[in-house]
């Protein structure tokens, strides 16, 4: 009989080694906290983003991290009590950056940016609901006009969304406009270890892929920013940050690259930093493109690299990869938006046909 029980008690440890769970808003931040996290070193790290699936075990102990950083949760009156006369009471946000990134034609500075959240009902879910920075050293808060729900609750195994988010954001100087959908699907569950989760931890993984145009106009000019990418999650119970999380760019023919690789993490002595991944505008000549062709002044060090050419509206209109030159004489007469991934790095570039 001894032994009876006790293989049932070993058999009750294995499966809640192993069990399903569910993820729900009381697995959210919440204002107050203080959650560290480390970016690994991508190049050392070995992610295969289509190892999922059921009762899977992710093994990731042996990232190694490059930098650390601390989100703040704060309510709009603490960050500034300005924000707090747009901004709902309950709503909550940590700081996503010291700067936002403008194009080089833009002469003006965006700092300080925060992303707002509300835990909201009916159904539960748990939504960005406003952004606020300063504008030339102006504080300037604007609400999301159609919420970015990041999750709708409960989270369990094979759970499917889809949802559209946009916001207007700015100045009479310096509009800021982002739209596009997230599509969320829960495509895992399993155990994961990490460098702070030594022990497996049950967790399931979300697959979210979002379709984003950011556009910013300056002077009646609008720069047109698409953005495309997936985020993988894996969550895990009575945690407020995932257990690791990886951003991946979508470039020509739906090839994903790793962008930022985060994990929960506490404290410890850093490795040393690799560089970080580039944003940068590059040099596009002759332009206009009076003949048809226009050369782009990619960096040398850029040996593979695709090419995605889109219209002011975001729309995809030519595509290639490892061409230095392109032929742009079928497209209309207009500006487009010359988009370059190689890695983790991204270039633009605006051209005149």
Not at 232 to 252: M, Q, R, S
């Amino acid at each position: 009989m001894k032994r009876f029980f006790l293989l049932l008690i070993l058999c009750t440890a294995v499966f809640q080694l192993h069990a399903q769970i569910s993820i729900t808003s009381a697995d959210m931040p919440v204002s107050g906290d203080t959650l560290r996290h480390s970016s690994a070193n991508i190049l050392a790290a070995n992610i295969i983003l289509t190892d999922s699936g059921a009762n899977h075990s992710w093994d990731y102990s042996s990232l190694s991290p490059a930098s650390q950083q601390v989100d703040t949760y704060k309510t709009a009156m603490q960050v500034n009590p300005l924000y707090a006369v747009t901004i709902s009471p309950s709503a909550y946000g940590y700081k996503i950056a010291d700067s936002f990134p403008l194009p080089q034609a833009v002469p003006v500075s965006v700092t300080n940016p925060y992303t707002f959240f509300r835990q909201l009902s009916n159904p539960s879910r748990f939504a960005a609901v406003a952004f606020a920075a300063s504008i030339a050293n102006i504080p300037t808060p604007a609400n999301y006009s159609d919420d970015d729900e990041w999750y709708y609750f409960p989270l369990s195994y094979g759970n499917e969304d889809t949802s559209t988010f946009a916001l207007h954001f700015g100045t009479a100087a310096l509009g800021i406009t982002q739209q596009g959908t997230r599509t969320t699907k829960v495509d895992g569950w399993g155990t994961i270890v990490t460098p702070y989760y030594t022990s497996p931890v049950n967790c399931i993984r979300l697959r979210s892929v979002v379709d984003e145009v950011d556009s910013i106009t300056f002077n009646a000019i609008t720069f047109p920013l698409p953005r495309n990418y997936v985020e993988y999650k894996w969550l895990a119970n009575g945690e407020h940050y995932p257990a690791l999380w990886v951003t991946a760019d979508i470039a020509f023919q739906n090839n994903e690259t790793i962008r930022t690789i985060e994990y929960r993490d506490s404290a410890r002595p850093l490795a040393i930093a690799t560089p970080k991944p580039v944003t940068t505008l590059i040099k596009v000549y002759p332009n206009p493109a009076t003949h048809g062709t226009v050369n782009l002044d990619i960096p040398a060090a850029w040996q593979k690299f695709s090419v995605e050419v889109f219209d002011i509206s975001g729309r995809l209109q030519m595509s290639t990869t490892g061409m230095r030159q392109l032929d742009v004489h079928l497209l209309p007469v207009g500006q487009y938006l010359v988009r370059i991934s190689s890695g983790g790095n991204t270039a633009y570039a605006m051209v005149t046909r």
